[in-house]
């Protein structure tokens, strides 16, 4: 089993920048990929970007490119979301998720609201 704890949400700016963190423990070595993801009030939840523990290769959605940037630290078993040039768009609870030779493991989700 895969325990995941996301943390770095909160209230931006337009315009301003955060940087979510999710930790992973248990049974690392079954991840194969880790991603973020977000849900919005009344919409399904989709997908933000995720980043492979081997290669490193990486996906973002159209929405966040250029904007967003996935990375880990695979020495602290942690993956990053740097969001930088945030939108009102962008509010939504934002899900940590790791896939791999277990089943799916999901955060408990971290708020993040752009307003001003």
């Known amino acids: 089993q895969v325990q995941l704890v996301e943390s770095g949400g909160g209230l931006v700016q337009p315009g301003g920048s955060l940087r979510l963190s999710c930790a992973a423990s248990?049974?690392?070595?079954?991840?194969?990929?880790m991603g973020w993801y977000r849900q919005a009030p009344g919409k399904q939840r989709e997908l933000v970007a995720v980043?492979?523990?081997?290669?490193?290769?990486?996906n973002y959605a159209d929405s966040v490119k250029g904007r967003f940037t996935i990375s880990r630290d695979s020495a602290k078993n942690t993956v990053l979301l740097q969001m930088n040039s945030l939108k009102p768009e962008d509010t939504a609870v934002y899900y940590c998720?790791?896939?791999?030779?277990?089943?799916?493991?999901w955060g408990q989700g971290t708020q993040v609201t752009v307003s001003s």
């Open positions: 248990g049974s690392i070595f079954s991840i194969r990929v």
């Open positions: 980043i492979t523990t081997g290669a490193g290769s990486t």
């Open positions: 998720k790791a896939s791999g030779l277990l089943p799916d493991s």
